[in-house]
């Protein structure tokens, strides 16, 4: 049974219903989950946290999206337990640092599509999600989910959903690292107002309809999380781009 979701972190709670349903049988591997807006309806929640949801268990093995076909639960390879390892350091570095580098692609262009298609609804969504942003400054672990709800609802404003879903699933497979992020900024910076500030600066530009201003303030952004995510793994530079064939 499906239970409407009580509670402020809305994807984490609809991704742990389909986990207990996958872990109890109630759905099987090769099953089709029903669509989005299905889902959407029978959660009471927005496509937004339903997106970002299946984007957690998508990153975590539990179930995966054919395109033009729908969402299933995977056939193997995934585990209630957590996300699939990634492997030795080195080989997680390099997997870490690739997920940033397609981010950074993808969210520099979908800033400037939200720049010049964002209606008004939308951009009063990311008000009042910068909102909570402002609210959380001193503590990470809120700001790290309302700095998500931000970037989900400014690909959503860009109007292409399949550049959105994308961008989505990156997020949800750098969900540690943009977490550990946060909390390192808190910790050099003091609280994490700056970036707030940032984020105000992105939205202010696509109010105004400025995509040069919205991409150069996105580009801050995405270098500044670059330096602290990487910060964290002390590892040389030099990785291999493919798992290595010994254990490490």
Known sequence: MISPIRTTNVPGAVADQSRGQIAD??????????GNRDLAVMYGVS?????????KLSAEGLIETRAGRGTYVATGGGSAGGPVERGC???????VEELIEAREILEMQLVVLAAQRAS????????A???????????????????????LAMADASGNRVLSQAMANIRASLKREME???????????????????HRR????????????????????????HEFVLGMYAFPEAATSQPPDKEC
Do not use: C, W
């Open 47 to 55: 496509m937004g946290s339903i997106r970002e949801a299946i984007s």
């Open 180 to 198: 550990l992020s946060a909390e390192v900024g808190a910790r050099r910076h003091g609280d994490l107002r700056f970036s707030a500030d940032s």
């Open 89 to 95: 350091d080195l080989y997680e570095r390099k997997y």
């Open 25 to 34: 049988g109630s759905l099987t591997p090769g099953d089709r989950l029903p």
């Open 202 to 225: 992105v939205l202010d530009a696509i109010k105004s309809g400025d995509p040069e201003s919205a991409r150069a303030e996105m580009f801050d952004i995405m270098s500044r999380h």
């Open 120 to 127: 008004d609804q939308q951009i009063a969504s990311l008000e």
């Open 129 to 151: 999600i910068l909102d909570g942003m402002d609210l959380a400054t001193s503590n990470p672990a809120r700001y790290s989910d309302a700095d998500v709800q931000f970037h």
